[in-house]
Structure formats: structure tokens, C-alpha cells
């Protein structure tokens, strides 16, 4: 008996078929203007602000605090104040209210200290904040509960430090929540040390500076691996570099060099008279004022989108403040006015129409001073 004939298999239904390849894993390229347009309509519709626990200072002139998703550079001719400014804003940030999903929030300190010699300052600091608004009988439990909050990550170079944000991108890319918050410290250190070590190839140098500065920004962008809120603010702490009026250095008397650096809004430098007969006063109506300069201000200008000068003022009163202003701010504070839109105007669809205006806070300043371990508005 014969078996009888099986039938053909059904052809392949290749319609159906969907076949994976590496270029469909990879998202589709965004113009730049669609980049930036997405970014600036996240700023205007979700505007999200750090406080730096100063209101004079938050208010008229950051205009609403330090912005999340933006790298803020601090040069200080104290690096110890401009250190206690940032550990106050972590501090008061960890006490905000928790997020829409229930986050609390994170921070992150990158240091090229030893960690010991760290925490009890970040101590002192927040328990200066959580006094103000926890009773004693909660005050060491909240201390340890908000120090459970904030890693610390020691480096030795800028090399490190790459590698620290190839970390926090990677926890990003993995829809792992970051740290609302990071601060790095020792920046001057840093750059110093970068460019010693590759004293015979300046270009190399500047090329790492680019990349870090462009690590930075994709960092903090908003919506970037897919999160919807804007990324971490990130603090970078720097010194600052003194002139005498005679173009010198302040601290060793070597000529000035052209740094590109920016300059202080009340630096005012002497310049010999028309007739040649007097000098007017530069610095703050001192002509014994040192110009005060961010260190590696070119360099360090590219790692941040704003950038604060702090300087010391209020000696010659007995009373020592800190002056504290906005020398770039590439970022800006989006406000909006509504214009109601008469009937029959069929502008804007028929409804009111909202007007955004881009504010610029450079050469806005405040005055604050350190009072009891916490930096505060100075009240005259």
C-alpha cells in the first residue's frame, strides 16, 4: 500500500516577517532646531527651580533659583564659601516634597578629597537646614535619613571624572533614576591638572575640555534616554585668580597673560587721565582693589551655562558680605504674559494669546554673607 503524498509546506509569508536590524535600535537623528525647540517649550511649560535658600538672591537674581537641567559653574575667591552655597541648596533640595512617583530627591558630591574630610562639613550644613523646619526630638533621624541620600565619589583627574559621567548617563540610558543633584568640587585642581600633564599637547587638552563640556549637556538635558523631566542640576565649584592693577598676578607678580576671562560688573580698571595728570581709581572705588578673575575662566566658561563670580566685600565697614553676580547665563528664565484677545479676533484659534519673553540675568547681583555656618541675604 502506498503512502499517499504529503503536501507541500505553505509558502513563507514574508509580508509578516520583521527582521531586527542594529539600525532600527537606533533612534532617528533630531535637527538642531527641533532640539532646541523642544527644550525651550520644556523650560517654559515645566520650569523647575533649586533654591539656594537665599530669597533675595533667589528671587531678583537667579529669578527663581538655580534651574535643574543646566550646569551652573561657581567661582569664588573663597572656594570654602562658594563650597557651603551649594551644600545649602543640596540640603534644602532633599527636603522638598517627594515627586509626582514618589521620588525622593538624590544628590551626588564628586570630590578629590578624602571622603573623611567631607562629611562633616556636609553635616554641619544640613543640620543648619533641618533645624529651621524638624523639632530636636527628629533632628538626628532626619540627619541620618537625608546623609542616606547623597553618594560621594572621589577622583584624582578630569579622566575619573569622565568616568563618573559616563556612569550617571549610563543609569539614564537605563531608565534608572539619577541624582537630582551633583556637585563637583576641586574643578580648578582638575583643569590645572589636565593641562600639566599634557603641557606638550595643549590641542589634545582643549579637545578632552569639549567633550567633557558636551558629556555635561547630554546630561542634563531634558527628555534626554527618554525621561520625561529635565535632567540633574550640576554645580562645578572653582577658584579665582586676582590682578593687580599693574596687569600682574596678585599672588606671584608674574606679568598677565590674555586669558579671555570675564570680568567682575564693578571692576573698574585705572586708566591714566587725557591730560595725563591723574589716575582714576580702579576696583570698587579702591585703586588698591585686585581685579578679581575666575581661574581657567576660558576653560571653565565652557563647562557651564551659568556662571556666578562671588567675591568678598563689606571690609572696610568691619562687616564682611559676599558679593555674589551672574557673569553669563547662556540658559535664561522663560516668563509669560497672557494677552487677552478681543471677540472676532481669530488670532491664536479664537483664545487669549500667551506671550513667552526670554529673561537674561547677566550682571545681576545680590549681596549675602555667611551667618551660624549658613550663607544668607544681608539685611541693611
Known amino acids: 500500500m502506498e503512502t499517499p503524498a504529503q503536501p507541500p509546506p505553505p509558502p513563507i509569508n514574508t509580508t509578516n516577517t520583521t527582521t531586527t536590524t542594529w539600525d532600527s535600535l537606533i533612534p532617528a537623528p533630531k535637527t538642531a532646531l527641533s532640539l532646541l525647540s523642544q527644550s525651550i517649550h520644556n523650560r517654559q511649560i515645566q520650569p523647575k527651580f533649586f533654591p539656594t535658600g537665599c530669597p533675595d538672591l533667589d ?86 535619613e537625608c546623609l542616606s541620600r547623597i553618594s560621594i565619589s572621589r577622583v584624582f583627574d578630569t579622566h575619573g571624572l569622565a568616568e563618573v559621567l559616563d556612569e550617571l548617563s549610563l543609569q539614564r540610558r537605563k531608565d534608572t533614576k539619577g541624582p537630582d543633584l551633583v556637585l563637583m568640587m576641586n574643578m580648578t585642581a582638575l583643569i590645572s591638572n589636565l593641562f600639566t600633564s599634557k603641557s606638550h599637547d595643549k590641542a589634545a587638552a582643549h579637545n578632552f575640555v569639549t567633550n567633557l563640556a558636551a558629556r555635561l549637556d547630554k546630561m542634563t538635558q531634558t527628555g534626554e534616554y527618554g525621561t520625561s523631566g529635565p535632567g540633574p542640576l550640576v554645580m562645578l565649584l572653582n577658584s579665582t585668580t586676582s590682578y593687580n592693577n599693574d596687569n600682574t598676578l596678585a599672588e606671584t607678580g608674574e606679568e598677565r597673560k590674555l586669558d579671555g576671562g570675564m570680568t567682575s560688573t564693578f571692576y573698574v580698571p585705572e586708566v591714566q587721565s587725557r591730560d595725563g595728570e591723574g589716575i582714576q581709581q580702579g576696583g570698587r572705588g579702591n585703586k588698591n582693589r585686585k581685579e578679581i578673575r575666575p581661574a581657567w575662566g576660558q576653560v571653565f566658561g565652557r563647562l557651564v551655562g551659568v556662571h556666578l563670580l562671588c567675591t568678598t566685600a563689606g571690609r572696610d565697614v568691619g562687616r564682611k558680605g559676599w558679593v555674589v553676580e551672574v557673569l553669563g547665563d547662556e540658559v535664561g528664565v522663560y516668563t509669560s504674559e497672557t494677552t487677552v484677545v478681543e471677540e472676532g479676533d481669530d488670532r491664536n484659534g479664537g483664545g487669549d494669546e500667551v506671550i513667552w519673553t526670554r529673561r537674561n540675568r547677566e550682571q545681576r547681583w545680590g549681596v549675602v554673607e555667611l551667618r551660624n555656618g549658613a550663607v544668607v541675604d544681608v539685611v541693611f
Open 59 to 144: 528671587s531678583n537674581v537667579l529669578l527663581g533659583g538655580f534651574n535643574a537641567g543646566s550646569v551652573v559653574g561657581i567661582s569664588s575667591e573663597d572656594e570654602d564659601f562658594a563650597l557651603t552655597l551649594a551644600l545649602q541648596t543640596i540640603s534644602l533640595a532633599l527636603l522638598l516634597p517627594r515627586g509626582a512617583g514618589g521620588e525622593e530627591k538624590t544628590a551626588l558630591i564628586v570630590t578629590t578629597l578624602p571622603v573623611q574630610s567631607l562629611l562633616p562639613r556636609l553635616r554641619t550644613v544640613l543640620v543648619e537646614q533641618l533645624a529651621k523646619v524638624v523639632s530636636f526630638n527628629n533632628l538626628q533621624t532626619w540627619t541620618k
